[in-house]
């Protein structure tokens, strides 16, 4: 089981683990960048979304009330509504600040793309499943995601296992492969670029 599947457990919130992943949230680092507009998009209810912001908040050391909410809603919960057209506008030259600003790092690392790909997980190989059943029946990518995430919370400890023994063999040859890759000049040149990158955040202070 993965960061963000056990992650997801935690927090009673597996049924959307599918629609994160198919949505590019498949990992920690990238759910950490989750905005509420997102949230919305995929379909995560009140309840659970606030479980999500929650851990997002504790992560960044910051109040659980302040986390993925926008300046707009800030502004409502401080008790001195403004409307949208009263709040200052940005301007050009802090539009194009901006915009530099963020040319001049990234957030996080470029991933390895020469590396082996991660395996799946069991959850994972369950819902490329049930998604191959279902793709014939007219629902939308809410109630797949949905219908996967009840589905695998039904199944009993024999259910899962053909789906768990495959993810571990997968995991198995992942890691002979990982091991085999450590061995070659693009792992290398990866390591080398990580530091570049950490030195550089640690340069602008962004660490």
Same mark, same amino acid.
């Given at each position: ?8 457990? +935690? ?24 905005? +509420? ?5 995929? *379909? ?5 979304? /606030? ?9 960044? *050391? ?10 707009? /809603?800030?502004?409502? +919960?401080? *008790?001195?509504?403004? !409307? ?17 600003? @963020? ?7 470029? !991933?390895?793309?020469?590396? !082996?790909?991660?395996? !799946? ?9 049930? /998604? ?17 995430? +009840? ?36 792992? @290398? ?15 602008? *202070?962004?660490?």
């Amino acid at each position: 089981m993965n960061q963000l599947e056990t992650i997801f457990e +935690e927090l009673g919130i597996s049924q959307y683990l599918d629609a994160f992943i198919d949505q590019g949230f498949d990992s920690w680092d990238t759910i950490l960048d989750i905005t +509420e507009s997102d949230l919305d998009a995929l *379909g995560v209810k009140l309840g659970h979304r /606030r479980k999500l912001q929650r851990r997002i908040a504790n992560h960044r *050391g910051l109040a659980p009330m302040l986390s993925l909410v926008s300046p707009t /809603r800030s502004i409502e +919960e401080g *008790g001195s509504h403004v !409307p949208p057209n009263k709040l200052t506008q940005p301007t050009a030259e802090s539009k194009e600040a901006t915009t530099v600003a @963020k040319r001049k790092y990234r957030r996080h690392p470029k !991933p390895d793309d020469k590396a !082996p790909e991660r395996p !799946p997980s069991a959850y994972v190989l369950f819902s490329n499943k049930m /998604r191959e059943d279902l793709k014939d029946q007219n629902l939308s990518f809410t109630e797949i995601a949905k219908l996967v995430g +009840e589905n695998w919370q039904n199944l009993n400890r024999a259910e899962k296992a053909p789906y768990e023994t495959q993810a571990q063999e997968a995991k198995e040859k992942y890691n002979r492969d990982m091991a085999a890759y450590k061995q070659t000049d693009d792992y @290398k040149n990866y390591c080398d670029y990580l530091q570049e990158f950490r030195n550089r955040q640690a340069a602008q *202070g962004i660490l």
